[in-house]
């Protein structure tokens, strides 16, 4: 009964939660790549002691759009874990634009690295190993560029999530929608140091226990009823019809993921949303 009821609220939040964000972003879906060029001009390079996992790809379901639809991923290499805060005061050492102080209201709102008290020291308490939060998507980029990787793609982070820690994709069984939603209920989960937990079946480490995540594309899936074809039929498929075009409509785990990221713009910085790294891979190992 109580999850029954948690259910109901969250349906009814995300319902919201699409409606609004279909009507304020429908400008915006195209509206980040204006500035890429210029987040990665004149970054100065860092070193990333982090270890990179190759994902083979292959072929998933997406979230949304009908059951027919299969999305082949190529083969990508992911990082194990989230970006740190050590390694993002690292990143902004080397990079003064970056730092709180100096970044272009452009690529930030007025809560960018909030808890900072000034441009180069951590939070009071604050763990250098926890995922750095409050960081824009531009920001994200920018870290990104300075270690000669990039952010996810929307379908190779949703790739990867769909493992549990021994199968590649769990998405059937009754306990995994489950388990996840209990993750993202825990409170303060942010401040937590990374690799903690038990990774997952490809060896990443906290993909919902720590930090909601930035990939690429992140308002993609506003633009079309499968973005990843580039069409542009359907019109409202991710508006008001987002429960109904979905092809799990008891993934609740998933509809609080996409609807944050609908949410969002690329300039915005949240308490609990950080980010990780990829990188293109060769078709074989």
């Not at 960081?135 to 982070?157: I, M, N, Q």
């Not at 401040?191 to 930035?214: C, H, T």
């Not at 308002?219 to 092809?247: H, M, P, V, W």
Request: with cysteine.
């Amino acid at each position: 009964m109580k999850r029954l009821i948690l259910y109901k609220l969250f349906g009814g939040i995300l319902t919201l939660t699409f409606l609004f964000s279909c009507n304020k972003q429908k400008s915006d879906v195209a509206s980040n790549t204006a500035s890429i060029k210029v987040v990665s001009d004149s970054i100065g390079f860092i070193s990333a002691n982090v270890k990179m996992v190759y994902i083979p790809g292959g072929e998933y379901k997406p979230f949304y759009g009908s059951d027919s639809v299969r999305v082949t991923v190529a083969p990508f290499l992911m990082d194990e874990r989230a970006v740190t805060n050590k390694e993002f005061l690292a990143f902004v050492k080397a990079n003064p634009q970056w730092r709180k102080s100096n970044i272009k209201k452009l690529y930030s709102d007025s809560t960018y690295l909030r808890d900072w008290p000034n441009d180069l020291t951590l939070p009071e308490n604050a763990n250098p190993d926890a995922p750095v939060c409050y960081v824009s998507w531009f920001a994200a980029k920018a870290f990104a560029h300075s270690v000669g990787k990039r952010l996810p793609t929307l379908d190779e982070w949703e790739f990867i999530a769909m493992a549990d820690d021994v199968s590649a994709n769990a998405r059937l069984k009754p306990e995994y929608s489950n388990n996840i939603l209990d993750l993202y209920l825990q409170k303060d989960r942010q401040y937590r140091a990374v690799k903690q937990s038990k990774p997952n079946y490809w060896g990443i480490y906290n993909m919902f226990d720590l930090i909601w995540e930035w990939t690429d594309d992140f308002n993609s899936i506003l633009t079309t009823n499968d973005s990843r074809a580039g069409q542009y039929e359907d019109k409202n498929l991710f508006c008001a019809g987002s429960a109904i075009s979905s092809t799990d409509v008891l993934n609740y785990a998933a509809f609080m993921r996409f609807a944050l990221r609908t949410s969002l713009k690329a300039n915005y910085t949240v308490a609990n949303l950080g980010f990780r790294c990829a990188k293109d891979a060769e078709t074989q190992k």
